[in-house]
């Protein structure tokens, strides 16, 4: 079963930081365990703001039941399902 669906990707994260954010998001998921979403999203967070620049945010939810309510920087925008733990991300840069 593949792990990762893409479900919406903005035109301002390209293949390279979509290939990075991914493996970031499994690295921290196998290193903290599924019981700590709140440091997941935080890992994940630090990460992109050290490779990426400023301003990221990082949002976890249980997939088919969580839908993020806020408007996001145009262009860096990701929102990817986790399946085997049936997780949504979405991750954003605020406006930099």
Do not use: C, H
Request: aromatic fraction near 14%; charged fraction near 25%.
């Amino acid at each position: 079963m593949v792990r990762w669906e893409v479900v919406e990707k903005k035109y301002g994260i390209t293949g390279t930081m979509k290939t990075n954010i991914l493996a970031t998001i499994g690295s921290a998921i196998d290193s903290r365990g599924p019981t700590e979403r709140y440091k997941i999203a935080n890992d994940i967070k630090e990460w992109l703001e050290t490779t990426y620049g400023k301003r990221w945010a990082v949002f976890i939810g249980d997939t088919g039941r969580y839908q993020l309510s806020a408007s996001q920087y145009d262009s860096k925008f990701i929102r990817v399902n986790e399946t085997n733990l049936k997780w949504t991300f979405d991750i954003f840069q605020q406006i930099p």
